[in-house]
């Protein structure tokens, strides 16, 4: 990996840090080359100080370090992505990132997805919502529903009408992230299954 340290004049280069799990941007640091050689040995990230003008490694006083991963440097050779397991906030304030950010698992839309049922299983009594009269109907109501919704998927899967197989497929999809809340589990748990699957 080679690493222009020179480019700005200032034997230094952003180091963009990245948690390896959930892909969010938890902080930016520099790094001079003895920096960068610390956090190889160490696995602990490392960075030049320029307020304290000396090596620090995240965590040193609070506990809360950035263990090492994997690192990547950018197509002009002057910026490191540093892949790291946070062991605690990664913010002197406390937070998770230093944007004021929780550093959470996201899907994207699907996890927007997931809040919108987990409100309308929180309020089940809501007349006007097709999510709370399902679990108010319990679990095997909604296990029907994604049975039914499997077995029309499969049905236009055989067909060639790709509009019909996708809106199946985000109807299956849909009702099947509730049966998994009413089940009391979450999309990061399968995915946490799936992984573990693939180690093996």
């Given at each position: 990996?080679?690493i222009?340290f020179?480019?700005?004049g200032n034997?230094l280069v952003p180091?963009?840090?990245?948690d390896?799990?959930?892909k969010n941007?938890l902080m930016?640091?520099?790094?001079?080359n003895e920096?960068?050689?610390?956090t190889?040995?160490t696995k602990?990230?490392?960075?030049?100080?320029?307020s304290?003008?000396?090596?620090?490694t995240?965590?040193e006083?609070?506990g809360?370090?950035?263990?090492?991963?994997?690192?990547?440097?950018?197509?002009?050779?002057?910026?490191?992505l540093i892949?790291v397991n946070p062991t605690?906030?990664?913010?002197h304030?406390?937070t998770?990132?230093c944007?004021?950010?929780?550093n959470?698992q996201?899907y994207g839309f699907?996890t927007q997805?997931?809040?919108?049922?987990?409100?309308?299983k929180?309020?089940?009594e809501?007349e006007?919502?097709?999510?709370?009269?399902?679990?108010r109907k319990?679990?095997?109501k909604?296990?029907?529903?994604?049975?039914?919704e499997?077995?029309e998927t499969?049905?236009e899967?055989k067909d060639d009408?790709?509009?019909?197989?996708?809106n199946?497929?985000?109807?299956?999809?849909?009702?099947?992230?509730i049966?998994?809340?009413?089940k009391?589990?979450?999309?990061?748990?399968?995915?946490?299954?799936?992984?573990s699957r693939?180690?093996?």
């Amino acid at each position: 990996m080679k690493i222009d340290f020179q480019k700005e004049g200032n034997d230094l280069v952003p180091a963009i840090i990245q948690d390896a799990k959930t892909k969010n941007v938890l902080m930016l640091g520099f790094m001079n080359n003895e920096a960068l050689q610390k956090t190889q040995v160490t696995k602990k990230v490392t960075f030049f100080s320029r307020s304290k003008q000396r090596l620090w490694t995240k965590g040193e006083e609070s506990g809360n370090f950035l263990e090492l991963v994997d690192m990547k440097v950018d197509c002009d050779n002057d910026t490191l992505l540093i892949m790291v397991n946070p062991t605690g906030p990664t913010c002197h304030k406390g937070t998770d990132t230093c944007w004021g950010e929780s550093n959470m698992q996201s899907y994207g839309f699907l996890t927007q997805l997931e809040e919108v049922i987990t409100s309308r299983k929180a309020n089940k009594e809501d007349e006007q919502s097709y999510v709370a009269s399902l679990f108010r109907k319990g679990i095997n109501k909604i296990a029907q529903k994604v049975g039914e919704e499997a077995v029309e998927t499969v049905i236009e899967a055989k067909d060639d009408n790709d509009d019909l197989f996708l809106n199946e497929s985000a109807d299956l999809l849909f009702h099947y992230l509730i049966l998994l809340q009413a089940k009391g589990y979450r999309l990061a748990d399968i995915i946490e299954t799936l992984e573990s699957r693939h180690k093996q």
